[in-house]
């Protein structure tokens, strides 16, 4: 899902699923939470969550 035409940059990089959850994590680097929000809406894509992740550099 990419918004960059209307200046809002979002879009999937990842994805993993966990079957025995029924779940599906999306790793969507965006400008912020409010852009990937925006983008899920129009795409129309649904989801119970959006949650910042913070990346650790690796030891």
Do not use: Q, W, Y
């Amino acid at each position: 899902m990419e918004l960059h035409p209307e200046g809002t940059g979002a879009h999937v990089c990842g994805k993993s699923s966990l079957p025995e959850d029924e779940t599906c994590l999306l790793c969507p680097p965006a400008d912020s939470v409010d852009a990937v929000h925006e983008a899920a809406r129009r795409t129309s894509v649904a989801f119970e969550r959006v949650t910042e992740v913070i990346p650790e550099p690796p030891d």
